[in-house]
């Protein structure tokens, strides 16, 4: 048994139009603006990767700053 006023109204259900076509993914599908992306992405997590070992090739022992910022390039090459 429902409550009084309880019911929902007609219009708080929103029902889609027959015939209305499905949302477009997010760019459209665009696999050009995918690999560019996914591109982009690895070459940032090569540069990041490349700041602590260029200063551990020089012998200066990693700081817990380089050793996060390795581990996070290493979690972002991975991805791709």
Not at 21 to 34: E, I, K, Q, V
Not at 58 to 72: E, H, L, M, N, W
Request: with cysteine.
């Amino acid at each position: 048994m429902s409550r009084p006023g309880s019911e929902a109204s007609p219009s708080a259900v929103s029902v889609p139009a027959p015939g209305s076509a499905p949302p477009r993914p997010l760019f459209g599908g665009c696999w050009s603006c995918r690999l560019l992306s996914g591109a982009g992405l690895l070459m940032a997590a090569v540069w990041i990767y490349q700041g602590p070992r260029s200063t551990m090739k020089k012998g200066v022992p990693p700081s817990v700053g380089a050793i996060a910022q390795i581990t996070f390039a290493v979690g972002e090459g991975r991805e791709g």
